[in-house]
């Protein structure tokens, strides 16, 4: 068993309507869900291949927007949890154990944007060469403010940072724990735009993946566009209104 802090390893789907949700997502990406036992209830785990990635729940609050969380694996949920508070975050779910499954804790950073602290009991999946279609390929915040939340995750979780310059759209910031990328932040184009973690799903053809989710329901925020030398994307919202990406890597070279 082996954890891989600073890697974001489970997106859960939160709304108002999981059956809604999983009529669109299942033939989407192919995805299984199977009810399984945490606590003293059962969880609707997504499949995908057959490995668990993640699941789909209910929101507790009425009014609540529908949306995936992102969970970011750490060494120690309780001693994050303290450190993300003393940089300036704000604690939604106090360090709490989920059965056997694992601890986890859920705080918003300081520009807004939330996420879960995670430590599995189970340990985290490796890394794969290539995301399999229907798995998750990436995680990338969208936030009003790149330079406060780039200090804040730098300075709680230990990351480092690459840069790509994005022309007219600033800076994108490729974090890193060691030589691994592990997700992106860029500075949002609408400046009044909710700050969200938004999960990309590897997909094999991103233009017939893009109209298939339409046809299902979701509406087309934008792309199918190329990333050069990465793939081609599409930003989407489901018919709930949560927001998700989907990417086709482009191949690799030699």
Known sequence: MSHLPGKFVWFEHASNNVAKARAFYEPL?????????????????????????????????????????????????????????????????????FGTVGRGAEVADPTGAR????????????????????DWYWNELWTPDDTRALTFYERVFGYTHDTMDMGPQGTYYLLKKGD???????????????PLWLPY??????????????QLGAQLLSGP?????????????D????????????????
């Open 115 to 134: 996420f879960w602290l995670w430590k599995s009991a189970q340990g985290d999946r490796a890394d794969d060469a290539v995301a399999p279609a229907g």
């Open 225 to 237: 566009d190329e990333a050069p030398g990465i793939g081609r994307f599409a930003i989407l919202a």
């Open 180 to 194: 691994v990328m592990r997700c992106g932040l860029m500075q949002s184009v609408d400046p009044k735009a909710e």
């Open 29 to 97: 990406f192919g995805w299984h869900t199977e009810m399984v036992p945490v606590g003293d209830h059962r969880y609707p785990m997504i499949l995908n291949r057959n490995q668990g990635i993640g699941g789909f729940t209910t929101t507790e609050q009425p009014g609540e927007r529908n949306r995936w969380m992102a969970y970011l694996s750490v060494p120690d949920v309780d001693a994050a949890h303290a450190a993300a508070l003393s940089a300036g975050a704000k604690s939604l779910v106090a360090p709490m154990d």
């Open 201 to 214: 799903a590897a997909v094999d053809d991103c233009d017939a993946s893009a109209a298939k989710a339409k």
């Open 239 to 254: 018919p709930l209104g949560a927001a998700f990406a989907m990417m086709q890597q482009a191949p690799m070279s030699a």
